[in-house]
């Protein structure tokens, strides 16, 4: 795995969340025997931590209220409310948890899946809230492997008018952030690990497997 300062030699530009909390949880992710149940309950609970680090620098305005002691400006959230959105289908697990922090976001769905053969990303569904171009856009997938789906969803968010949006992911590979950071140099990303590699069938290694299968129990 890669640390911060790797990342830097490298010229890779991504935010490595790397809490012990997360660190702890990925692990117990990654182990091959982990439960359908633990694998989704470990991911939400790293979803949380990841939701705060990504909407860091969100927005404030005072407000003036009351407490039961006297009147008060106090910080509260402003603007349009911001959108999460998810690359399906895995980018869900890692929704369910950031919607838990931000219940009142607003949800889209880009569907894609990577052809085995080429693994380009082919899209099968895309709605997204309106005004997107006025919202904080929070994209969630927990894989960026060739980055391929990530850039795809991007692309197709920016043609929507998405303007300020950040990419959020688990676990990347170095091959990813590289293509994902020429493809979309404006746009952060934020992970909780940077893995060695991708095999020659395009999976992250060490990584956890394939994502989709291991949330929904589909293998
Ligand atoms: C996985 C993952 C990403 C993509 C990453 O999705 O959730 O979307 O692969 O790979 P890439 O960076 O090389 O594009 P998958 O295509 O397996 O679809 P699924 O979520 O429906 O399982
Ligand atoms: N998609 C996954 O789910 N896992 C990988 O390692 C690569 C792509």
């Not at 990504?54 to 409310?81: F, N, Q």
């Not at 369910?96 to 769905?109: E, F, N, Q, T, W």
């Not at 693994?119 to 927990?142: F, H, M, S, T, W």
Request: with cysteine; hydrophobic share 45%; aromatic share 6%.
């Amino acid at each position: 795995m890669l640390s911060q300062q790797d990342l830097i030699d490298k010229g890779l530009k991504a935010t490595l969340v790397d809490h012990p909390l997360i660190q702890h949880k990925l692990s117990l992710m990654r182990e091959k025997q982990q439960s359908t149940a633990a694998f989704r309950s470990l991911l939400r609970e790293i979803s949380w931590l990841l939701c705060f680090e990504s909407t860091r620098d969100l927005p404030l305005e005072m407000k003036a209220i009351e407490t039961p002691v006297e009147a008060m400006k106090a910080p509260v959230l402003s603007g349009k409310k911001l959108a999460f959105i998810s690359i399906l289908r895995a980018g869900n697990g890692l929704l369910d948890g950031m919607l838990d922090v931000i219940p009142s976001a607003r949800v889209g769905h880009v569907g894609l899946y990577r052809d085995p053969d080429t693994l380009q990303a082919v899209e099968y569904y895309y709605k997204v809230p309106n005004k997107i171009g006025e919202r904080l856009v929070v994209v969630v997938d927990p894989m960026l492997a060739t980055a391929n789906s990530a850039i795809a969803a991007v692309q197709r968010l920016k043609d929507g008018g998405a303007v300020n949006m950040r990419f959020v992911c688990l676990i990347s590979a170095p091959e990813g952030v590289k293509a994902f950071n020429e493809a979309h140099p404006d746009i952060p990303i934020v992970t909780a690990a940077v893995d060695s590699h991708l095999n020659d069938h395009g999976y992250i290694v060490p990584g956890l497997g394939d994502a989709g299968d291991r949330i929904f129990g589909t293998k």
